[in-house]
């Protein structure tokens, strides 16, 4: 048996270069929440090459569903980095500027002139330079080494966080089950009473009118049939038994734990629809809120 796995975890890692990449230090972080597939956000220097494809499916091959953060703080001694200026980026900023600065006047506003700092501060225009020394195969294989350490961190909570939610969803599997078994309790109670209340029906019909007894009384009958929980209650001690079996399997369960949850609530529903009886509509209004709650809980399941 295996835990279901959450969508919800954090993990950081820092790493020190050695040999020649020694004068480098960094620090990985990675985090996601919950999410309908894998949607990976990184930020990453660009400077070192091949690092985000090989980030990207590393992550890939690890995580199957969830919105991901990973992101890398790499620094080096003091004095080694240099920056550059991105011509492209700085053209681009010039324009837009010359725009502005166009429109401002011609609606009759004093722009102040950006100064170089203003320029320099501006995303893209400045990045850093990757030093001509550095040793970029050594310094990607220490970068990869660590995440693959952050990783473990990051999978050994998404399983921490996965028992957890294993252990609440289990109760409240138990806590429908109790209802489902209360609400087949009060349906077989309020049997003779709708017996009852279907014979008066049927012995008032016949002394009102000249009706067809044996068609009023098919009528009734039909009436009885769709006031009938049965059916929704085996159905819901079968979807109970499916969701047992799913949290025994583990895994990555949560896209059919979802979809059972929306079959719970669907039978929940026409139970109330079709109770009649104060007591089995407590009990519906129960079962709609338990199964609600135990949903909240499926949407952080991987």
Known sequence: ????????????????????????????????????GLDLRLRLPDWVEGLEPAVRAELARQIGRGNVQASLRL??????????????????????????QAAAAAAGVTLAAPSPADLLALRGVTETAAPEDTDAPALLAAL???????????????????????????????????????????????????????????????????????????????????????????????HVAAARALLAQGGPIGRKFDFLSQEFNREANTLCSKSGDIALTRIGLDLKHLIDQMREQVQNLE
Do not use: H
């Not at 048996?1 to 890692?13: D, R």
């Not at 990783?151 to 599997?173: C, H, K, N, P, W």
């Open 1 to 36: 048996m295996t835990n279901p796995v959450s969508m919800t975890a954090f993990a950081t890692c820092r790493g020190q270069g050695t040999g020649t990449v020694a004068a480098f230090s960094w620090v990985w972080e990675v985090r996601s929440v919950n999410g309908k």
């Open 75 to 100: 620094v080096r001694a003091a004095g080694a980095e240099a920056l550059r200026v991105n011509p492209l980026a700085l053209a681009a900023a010039l324009d837009a500027m010359a725009k502005v």
């Open 144 to 238: 990869m080494a660590d995440l693959g350490r952050a990783l473990d961190d990051f999978e050994a909570m998404r399983q921490s966080e996965g028992r957890a939610l294993g252990a609440v969803l289990a109760t409240q599997i138990d806590q429908i089950a109790a209802l489902v078994d209360e609400a087949r309790a009060a349906a077989e109670a309020r049997r003779p009473k709708v017996a009852e209340a279907l014979r008066e029906a049927l012995a008032k019909v016949a002394e009102a009118t000249d009706a067809d007894p044996a068609r009023v009384a098919q009528e009734l009958a039909m009436l009885a049939l769709k006031a009938d929980i049965t059916e929704e209650l085996d159905r819901l001690t079968a």
